[in-house]
């Protein structure tokens, strides 16, 4: 599901910067920012988006089990759907640094008018929107200089153009139930 979502994001951003460009070269490519160590060196450019840190969403937290009716007509105990949010961070090497910039200046651009992207549901067989995800936002994420430092620090690389998104809110939810439970069938109330 984490790859689906990433995968979307990345085909949609990089459909908005391809319009009005003839070479059918990937702009965007979902990897670990480029780095000498890289076989790509040779590249004018890489452009990447990566995955930095997967967050549980505290706020709405689910509490206990749930007690779903699977399709044989016995109820079973499931765990709670886990719901998290992505933080996903675009980064600009180019060899002309000014490109770099424009690169990462249309990036904010594109999610400024486009954070929030919705399943359409009245076009379920065309729409690209990753299974089981119904809605997903997009906020810009701004890391001070320590929690910079400390992220190109563990990529091992150096500082490029970037900007971090948090990805706002995918639902993990497994549809394996973990034990039958039986029904209520009678309550004795006592005095």
């Known amino acids: 599901m984490i790859y689906d979502v990433l995968n979307f994001l990345k085909l949609r951003l990089e459909s908005f910067l391809s319009e009005k460009r003839s ?3 990937p702009l965007i ?6 780095s000498n160590n890289d076989d790509n060196k040779n590249s004018s450019y890489l452009n990447s988006m990566s995955l930095i840190n997967i967050e549980e969403e505290k706020t709405f937290i689910s509490q206990g089990h749930k007690i779903v009716q699977g399709k044989n007509g016995k109820y079973y105990k499931k765990e709670p759907d886990l719901k998290v949010n992505l933080y996903v961070l675009i980064s600009a ?11 990462i200046s249309k990036v904010v651009g594109f999610y400024q008018q486009n954070n929030v992207f919705q399943k359409d549901r009245n076009n379920l067989q065309n729409d690209d929107f990753p299974v089981n995800v119904e809605k997903l936002i997009i ?9 910079q430092s400390q992220i190109w620090g563990s990529l091992n690389t150096g500082y490029l ?16 139930a973990d034990q039958e439970v039986s029904l209520i069938k009678e309550i004795k109330a006592g005095y």
């Not at 090497?93 to 690169?103: G, S």
């Open 93 to 103: 090497y180019n060899k002309n640094y000014e490109d770099a910039l424009k690169f």
């Open 161 to 176: 153009p970037s900007v971090i998104y948090k990805v706002r809110m995918l639902i993990i939810d497994t549809d394996k």
């Open 139 to 147: 906020e810009l994420y701004t890391a001070d200089f320590d929690q």
């Open 23 to 25: 070479s059918k070269e």
């Open 29 to 34: 490519t979902l990897s670990n920012p480029w």
